[in-house]
T-cell receptor, first 111, second 114 residues
């Protein structure tokens, strides 16, 4: 079945540092790929998405590019803020039309 | 404002009791979902519904039940048969259930069994 693997956390950074969270997937066909963010005690918010190869999703300074050749969708942000502290989930929708999640990566940004 | 509401935010239950979690959406979405989240894990699908009066089991449906009598409402009942119900429960909805349909999530209900 479809699966998503993302880098284990926790990740701790200083403000203005560069953030990368690796995400790779296994799926048949052409899945759509998503990044969601979860702030403490809250539900998930869509951060960005990409629906076909080479698409780049972007939002709030975050970017991720759908790389079919490496089955990856790595999340990046050039300069993080304390307010970016959260849990980040990579996810996909494949041929079964179900949303499959990675285990999540906890990011803490220190002032 | 359009969105998804879940109530209550916190819920406590004694062992052996059934409890119902509410989920309402005013996004006019056809599809709705229930997920369970345990600490340090991703989300797991409990039930989903593509249209009114129809729903399907997800990956961990045992000990749960749902109904979909109205398009905007998809309540989840956690029964006494669910052996480990303490978790964070998230409801979501999407326009349809296609590969590109984004799921939008509610704020969640944290259930604790005493």
């Amino acid at each position: 079945g479809d699966s998503v693997t993302q880098m284990e956390g926790p990740v701790t950074l200083s403000e203005e540092a560069f953030l990368t969270i690796n995400c790779t997937y296994t799926a048949t066909g052409y899945p759509s790929l998503f990044w969601y963010v979860q702030y403490p005690g809250e539900g998930l918010q869509l951060l960005l998405k990409a629906t076909k190869a080479d698409d780049k999703g972007s939002n709030k300074g975050f970017e991720a590019t759908y790389r079919k050749e490496t089955t990856s969708f790595h999340l990046e942000k050039g300069s993080v803020q304390v307010s970016d502290s959260a849990v980040y989930f990579c996810a996909l929708i494949g041929d079964d039309y179900k949303l499959s999640f990675g285990a999540g990566t906890t990011v803490t940004v220190r002032a | 404002d359009g969105g998804i509401t879940q109530s209550p935010k916190y819920l406590f239950r004694k062992e052996g009791q059934n409890v119902t979690l509410s989920c309402e959406q005013n996004l006019n979405h056809d599809a709705m979902y229930w997920y369970r989240q345990d600490p340090g894990q991703g989300l797991r699908l409990i039930y989903y519904s593509q249209i009114v009066n129809d729903f399907q089991k997800g990956d961990i449906a045992e000990g749960y039940s749902v109904s979909r009598e109205k398009k905007e409402s998809f309540p989840l009942t956690v029964t006494s048969a669910q052996k480990n119900p303490t978790a964070f429960y998230l409801c979501a909805s999407s326009m349809g259930q296609g590969r590109t349909d984004t799921q939008y999530f509610g704020p969640g209900t944290r259930l604790t069994v005493l």
